[in-house]
């Protein structure tokens, strides 16, 4: 027989039977009396089957009318709290229920409990003290207090790691039986051979992977001294650089890694230990991981000793057919002594002079002409340590015949002279012999000053122990002279003939006046007014032809 009961959504009491509310449209299942989403087939509650909703229709139930006061116990009809219960109130959802009016509540069952009514086969209804209490919405809009009754029988469930194991044994199993009886061999191998043939653009996550390590060539130790070296080597494709460093103790250390992918590699070893022999590593690493090694060893510098003395500045001057001055410099004091000959075994020796100087020369006379002559500079210091410079050379001028005149003609010997320089100093064209030497007599007229700037330019270029260049200023005042030269930046040696006594014995009468002397004395050529020097190519021209 029917019973009555309260929609579990608004309130309102209904036929125990019906499965909506008629005055909210609530879902109710007829199994537990619970609420019913508008869209479930089963009782989320229960389990029981609902069916689907009919959308837009009310399922209409008759609405008997209990007796006034009272309310049928059969069905567990919905009660007010026990005397001494502790009511609880579940969360209401926060979607409503359809039909009902909004912001309605939905009571939320709980977890291993589910609606039900009172045991039917004895009509008895559920303890109060297994029925929380739900909100409910009476007809006036006001929430009250009600409570439901579950039932006590849970749910069976499979845990889910018994679930995931009979998943993985069901496709497992069949799968091992198929391989293991060598079905899927061909396939495979026919894949495997197929993706190992394609060259696969190297982003792409598939392909065969690069195994294979650079290639190191060329591996050389350069630039070695007491405490370090610089280790080269090529790779075929770019890669890292880094070495490592042992000492014959079995100490290593690393260089700082440079992660620039390159082919051509270069490692700078510092502090190390001088006159040491180190075994070094290189290393090179692609991009791909694939690394490769070089190995070598190489030994440091011993520690320069430090000389007493040493020796710089050698110069050769004077030099003629039988004779020549060798000159040279030391940082500290020492003895002055030459050994020369004709080769590089040398087999003469001068005497050693004994004063302790900076400044060293020594005068070779009874020389072969025109022949070459090794030599070396010799120094010793006050405590007897002896500094030996390296091979030097120089060759004598050729013998002028006898019969060879003097005078300022081509062909003849140059008449000597001596003559002051705008400083003071004395000069003589016989004491150059062995140079190149250009002779000009000028005055401050524009043809003159021209040439003494071409003068210049060969002068800068050549070397002093080469070519000298003598511009004598004739007829006119030092005064003059030095405007000239330093109007000009003259830095040869400017010669002052104010009387003009050797431009007579030059035959000089007006300006310039040019003449090329080679290195026995001997006038090769002269430029004089108009035919003056234009060039400095012709100039050096003339002095090729003369050596």
């Known amino acids: 027989m029917p019973g009555i009961i309260r929609c579990p959504s608004c309130g309102q009491e209904i036929d125990s039977n019906s499965r909506f509310c008629v005055n909210c449209s609530a879902r109710i299942c007829p199994g537990c009396h619970g609420p019913v989403p508008s869209r479930a087939v089963f009782c989320p509650h229960c389990g029981f089957a609902v069916g689907p909703a009919m959308l837009g229709t009310t399922e209409q139930q008759p609405t008997p009318t209990p007796p006034p006061g009272s309310f049928p116990t059969s069905q567990g009809g919905i009660i007010g709290p026990q005397p001494g219960q502790r009511p609880s109130y579940p969360q209401a959802t926060s979607s409503p229920t359809p039909g009902a009016t909004p912001g309605t509540p939905i009571p939320k069952p709980m977890p291993s409990q589910q609606y039900g009514t009172a045991d039917q086969s004895t009509g008895a209804s559920a303890s109060a003290s297994d029925t929380p209490y739900v909100l409910a919405r009476q007809p006036s809009g006001k929430l009250r207090k009600s409570h439901v009754t579950f039932s006590q029988t849970p749910r069976r469930k499979f845990p889910p790691a018994l679930v995931i194991i009979l998943i993985i044994a069901v496709i497992a199993i069949p799968a091992f039986a198929v391989f293991k009886t060598g079905l899927l061999e061909a396939p495979l191998n026919t894949a495997q051979e197929f993706i190992s043939g394609v060259e696969w653009l190297q982003w792409l996550p598939i392909g065969s992977k690069d195994t294979t390590p650079p290639v190191i060539s060329e591996v050389q130790v350069a630039d070695i001294n007491q405490t370090g070296a610089v280790i080269t080597w090529k790779t075929d494709e770019p890669s890292t650089s880094q070495a490592m460093i042992c000492d014959p103790e079995g100490g290593c250390v690393w260089t700082e890694l440079d992660e620039d992918l390159v082919t051509d590699h270069s490692v700078n070893i510092s502090n190390l230990n001088s006159n040491t022999t180190y075994h070094f590593t290189a290393t090179s690493t692609d991009a791909k991981d694939n690394q490769a090694i070089a190995e070598g060893d190489f030994k440091t510098l011993a520690q320069a000793t430090t000389t007493t003395l040493v020796i710089s500045a050698i110069e050769t001057s004077n030099v003629t057919d039988i004779s020549a001055t ?144 003598l511009a004598i200023s004739w007829g006119q005042t030092p005064v003059v002279a030095q405007d000239v030269a330093d109007s000009k930046g003259l830095t040869f040696p400017i010669l002052l003939d104010e009387a003009g006594e050797e431009a007579a014995n030059y035959n000089v009468s007006r300006s310039p006046y040019t003449f090329f002397i080679d290195t026995q004395g001997v006038i090769r050529d002269i430029k004089c007014y108009p035919a003056t020097l234009k060039t400095v190519t012709q100039i050096e021209s003339i002095l090729d032809s003369m050596q």
Not at 411 to 436: C, H, M, N, V, Y
């Open 326 to 469: 060798i000159s040279w410099e030391t940082d500290k004091t020492g003895t002055t002594q030459l050994e020369y000959g004709t080769t590089n075994a040398y087999g003469s020796t001068t005497t050693i002079d004994e004063t302790l100087t900076t400044s060293h020369s020594v005068t070779l006379t009874g020389l072969n002409p025109s022949t070459t002559y090794h030599f070396i500079a010799k120094s010793k210091d006050a405590g007897g340590e002896e500094v030996v410079s390296q091979d030097q050379t120089f060759t004598t001028l050729s013998t002028v015949p006898a019969t060879t005149e003097t005078g300022p003609e081509v062909g003849k010997l140059a008449p000597d002279f001596t003559l002051p320089t705008l400083d003071d100093e004395q000069i003589s064209l016989s004491g150059l012999r062995g140079k190149l030497v250009m002779v000009n007599f000028w005055q401050n007229v524009q043809q003159c000053r021209n040439e003494l700037s071409l003068m210049q330019t060969v002068y800068d270029k050549w070397p002093q122990d080469e070519l000298e260049i």
